[in-house]
C-alpha cells in the first residue's frame, strides 16, 4: 500500500519556467489538498479538491493551477515560476466525510527551488 | 493567517523526560490534529481529537482539547531521542470542512 505519493522529490526551476507536480494516493479517499511549507511557518493550503471534477481555492492559490480528472491523481501546476514559489510542496488526501473528517495523509513532499 | 499557533516554538529536553507543548486557536472547529514532521520528511498523523472530545491518549501521547478556551496540549511522556522532531496542530474549522489549517510548529530535541 503506498499512500500517498510525490514526485519528483527535488526540482530546481529557472524563473518564468512551468512545471506540474505529481500526486497520486491509491487509498480511495476523495479529498485531496496541496500545502506549501516555508521555514518557521506551518503548512498553508494551495488547492483542495473534495472528489474528480471538483476543485477550490485555499489560502495561497496564486500562480498555481489544478484539476482533478481521477479519484487517484491531483497534480499541482506552476504557470510561470518565481524565487517566492521556493518552497516544499506537500499533497495529502483524506476521507471526506464533512463534521466527521477523519486524519489526513501526507506525501513525502517535492522540495522546490526557483532561480 | 494561520488558525493554530504553538507554544513553546522549541523545547529541547532529555531522554526520559515529559514533553509539553500548547496549541491555541481562533475559530470554532470540528477536530483538531495532531502531526510530527521529521526532518525533510512529510508529516505523519499522530492524534484526532473531536470537538465533544476532552482528552485523548495513545500510547506515551496524551491529547487534551478545551473548546472554550480554544487550546489543546500534547503531551509526550518518557521522550526517546526517537521523539526528535517538529510536531504541529492542525484545525479542521466547522465552517470549511477538511481545510486543514496548521501553526508553526514546535520543534522538540530529545537529547540522549
Known amino acids: 500500500n503506498a499512500g500517498v505519493t510525490q514526485t519528483p522529490k527535488f526540482q530546481v526551476l529557472k524563473t518564468g519556467q512551468s512545471m506540474t507536480l505529481q500526486c497520486a494516493q491509491d487509498?480511495?479517499?476523495?479529498?485531496m489538498s496541496w500545502y506549501r511549507q516555508d521555514p518557521g511557518m506551518g503548512l498553508r493550503l494551495i488547492h483542495y479538491?473534495?472528489?474528480?471534477?471538483?476543485?477550490d481555492q485555499g489560502e495561497v492559490p496564486n500562480g498555481y493551477n489544478v484539476s482533478r480528472s481521477t479519484t487517484e491523481d491531483f497534480p499541482l501546476r506552476l504557470l510561470s515560476a518565481a524565487p517566492s514559489q521556493t518552497s516544499v510542496y506537500f499533497c495529502?488526501?483524506?476521507?471526506?466525510?464533512?463534521?466527521?473528517?477523519?486524519?489526513?495523509?501526507f506525501g513525502q513532499g517535492t522540495r522546490l527551488t526557483v532561480v | 493567517s494561520q488558525q493554530g499557533e504553538e507554544d513553546p516554538q522549541a523545547l529541547s529536553i532529555q531522554e526520559g523526560e515529559n514533553a509539553t507543548m500548547n496549541c491555541s486557536y481562533k475559530?470554532?472547529?470540528?477536530?483538531l490534529q495532531w502531526y510530527r514532521q521529521n526532518s525533510g520528511r512529510g508529516l505523519v498523523h499522530l492524534i484526532l481529537?473531536?470537538?465533544?472530545?476532552r482528552e485523548k491518549h495513545s500510547g506515551r501521547l496524551r491529547v487534551t482539547l478545551d473548546t472554550s478556551k480554544k487550546s489543546s496540549s500534547l503531551l509526550i511522556t518518557a521522550s526517546r531521542a526517537a521523539d526528535t522532531a517538529s510536531y504541529f496542530c492542525?484545525?479542521?474549522?466547522?465552517?470549511?470542512?477538511?481545510?486543514?489549517?496548521f501553526g508553526a510548529g514546535t520543534q522538540v530535541v530529545v537529547t540522549p
Open positions: 475559530t470554532s472547529i470540528n477536530n
Open positions: 492542525a484545525t479542521d474549522a466547522s465552517d470549511s470542512w477538511g481545510k486543514l489549517q
Open positions: 487509498m480511495n479517499h476523495e479529498y
Open positions: 495529502a488526501s483524506s476521507l471526506f466525510r464533512g463534521p466527521l473528517n477523519t486524519e489526513a495523509f
Open positions: 479538491s473534495v472528489g474528480a471534477g471538483i476543485t
Open positions: 481529537i473531536r470537538s465533544n472530545e
